[in-house]
């Protein structure tokens, strides 16, 4: 038994495109992670240009509590590119989930009352259709296979 179990990606018969894609959706999760959680402001200020007003202490502890679930999770995607391929359709599935939600909130239910909305309100709208086509890629088997 071991921390991190033997690869299954030759078990994996869906597009290669899909894996690709996860990775770049790893990179979207992590870097944010980062700036989240080591920027002074955690971005709040900089990148999403938010007034924090005299809560900027507890927008900055927010903003750091999600830069470390999204590293987290960015790792858990990256053994999944990586190691683990046969779960790229559960975890685009998981992205259109978070994004979707993520979505919902920042442009139906909670909108920004200023009308600014910060980019990841952008990103998930994007990424919304084009993960939904990747699962379904990623779901065809290949050709040859």
């Known amino acids: 038994m071991s921390l991190i179990p033997a690869s299954t990606n ?10 690709a894609f996860l990775g770049l959706a790893c990179a979207f999760t992590i870097v944010p992670g980062l700036i989240h959680s080591f ?5 709040a200020g900089v ?12 927008v900055r502890a927010v903003f750091a509590w999600e830069g470390a679930t999204q ?7 990256a053994m999944v590119v ?3 391929r046969p779960l790229t359709p559960f975890f685009l599935l998981l992205m259109i989930l978070e ?9 139906v239910l909670l909108p920004p009352s200023s009308g600014h909305h910060p980019p990841g309100h952008f990103g998930s709208l994007a990424a919304v259709p084009l993960a939904a ?5 990623s779901l065809r088997p290949r050709r040859g296979l």
Do not use: C
Not at 10 to 19: D, F, L
Not at 39 to 43: E, I
Not at 47 to 53: E, K, M, Q, R
Not at 71 to 77: F, P, R, S
């Open 10 to 19: 030759a078990q994996y018969r869906g597009s290669n495109a899909a894996v």
């Open 39 to 43: 920027l002074p402001d955690g971005g």
């Open 47 to 58: 990148i999403a240009h938010l007034d924090t007003g005299d809560k900027s202490e507890l």
């Open 71 to 77: 590293m987290a999770y960015g790792a858990a995607i």
């Open 82 to 84: 990586w190691r683990y």
């Open 99 to 107: 994004r979707g939600l993520i979505a919902l909130d920042g442009w």
């Open 133 to 137: 086509v990747f699962l379904v890629l």
